[in-house]
């Protein structure tokens, strides 16, 4: 097994680039890590959808930064957790998946996880799931499990307590998930966790739990989330976070459709820019500088840590194209549809342009849809359907040919 290192910058970089909280305290963590001390780290990601996506990855690359110090690091996969819900930062219970939408979903994470940690080598990455140990569990040793808290700490929660201020219910399984995610750190039996800021109750309790069963000082790295300017964290729920099964072209254009206040936290969080870069992006902008060639680079970045940087050079290339010089990408998709017409709004769904058709509406309506370069505003557009494909643009980016 590799010596762990305990390399001053190293650690220095894990505790604070892109750390919104460390428990105990960071002096008390860099301590430990500067002893030397092997530490055995996971980073637990539930599948709730089929694909990874940025808050993931950089959740990840912490843990890559653990395995790059020799420590011992686990993915585990909360298969058994996913099907009771996280209720964080929920208005509403979650939705409960059955065990076959789990397992769906979570085929792809190893090999999406494996562009940022390794699991071959000499220090290769653990793979679990909860299910091995959470599913085992009798009802007696559930019930023991809970005599660890109280129903006080679980309503001091934020989102519950809004839902009992609006009347809104609060399910007692809801209760059960930090218990959950908590016994994970003593089933592996771990030295520190690694997730985002709004998984800290979670993380605590897991850290309760490793102290009062195993009398074991639970490290905890909280890390900071990207937020758009109303302060919403980016997310699969909102639809505006970058996926793993995004195209790299795609990935790119939608960190270019970010607001301008997100250049600067994009480069703390998701980029290995050093602090005093981010304080030079940050100066110029303030100038006066262009945001968009700053918010060009952090695309750039972004998508050759994801999807490596030929992707990143093509992408780039083809924005530009698209939008700058207002040319139609080299590839457009075609769909061929059983029909001899079609009204707009249902072509614009059925092509995968939209996803509903009050979304369709509003984009015809606001002049966001193009029919062979001329805009549509008419939500009553009905389009012959022939041999001859009929160009369709969505926004500055979206492109697809439909032909009967």
């Known amino acids: 097994m590799p010596k762990v290192s305990t390399d001053t910058k190293q650690i220095d970089w894990l505790l604070n680039h892109g750390v919104e909280n460390v428990y105990p305290s960071k002096d008390a963590v860099r301590a430990r890590l500067r002893k030397g001390e092997k530490l055995r780290v996971y980073v637990g990601i539930d599948p709730t959808g089929p694909t990874l996506h940025l808050g993931h990855a950089l959740q990840l690359q912490k843990l890559a930064e653990m395995q790059a110090l020799g420590h011992e690091v686990i993915m585990l996969i909360g298969d058994f957790t996913a099907m009771i819900g996280d209720p964080t930062d929920k208005s509403s219970v979650r939705k409960q998946l059955s065990r076959e939408e789990v397992l769906a979903n979570c085929k792809l994470y190893k090999e999406q996880a494996s562009h940022i940690i390794s699991f071959t080598g000499p220090n290769a990455a653990e793979l679990k799931f909860n299910s091995d140990w959470l599913a085992k569990m009798s009802f007696a040793e559930v019930v023991e499990l809970a005599s660890h808290f109280t129903v006080q700490q679980m309503v001091e929660r934020d989102m519950f307590e809004k839902r009992i201020t609006e009347g809104k219910p609060v399910h007692l399984h809801e209760f059960l998930y930090p218990l959950m995610q908590g016994y ?4 592996m039996d771990v030295d520190a966790e690694i997730g985002g800021n709004d998984q800290t109750f979670n993380m605590l309790a897991g850290r309760d ?26 997310g699969k729920t909102e639809g505006n976070i970058i996926a793993f099964t995004d195209s790299p072209e795609d990935a790119y254009g939608k ?39 700053f918010k060009h680079q952090l695309a750039k970045r972004i998508v050759a840590w994801m999807f490596g940087e030929d992707a990143a050079e093509s992408a780039a290339a083809q924005f530009s194209s698209v939008h700058q010089k207002g040319e139609k990408p080299e590839e457009i998709p075609e769909v061929r549809l059983k029909k001899s017409e079609i009204l707009l709004v249902d072509a614009l769904v059925e092509s995968g342009l939209c996803e509903s058709k009050s979304e369709a509406r509003r984009q015809i309506e606001q002049g966001g849809v193009k029919v062979n370069d001329k805009v549509m505003k008419d939500v009553k557009t009905a389009l012959e359907l022939d041999e001859e494909p009929v160009l369709i643009q969505k926004g500055k980016r979206h492109f697809v040919r439909i032909r009967k």
């Open 255 to 293: 960190v270019m459709s970010w607001s301008d206040p997100m250049i600067i936290p994009g480069f703390e969080i998701c980029t290995q820019a050093p602090a005093s870069e981010v304080h030079d992006i940050k100066t110029a902008i303030a100038s006066g500088e262009n945001p968009m060639v």
């Open 209 to 234: 739990l490793q102290k009062g069963l195993k009398n074991k000082d639970k490290i905890v790295i909280a890390l900071k989330l990207l937020a758009d300017p109303s302060g919403k964290k980016m």
């Open 184 to 187: 994970d750190s003593v089933a």
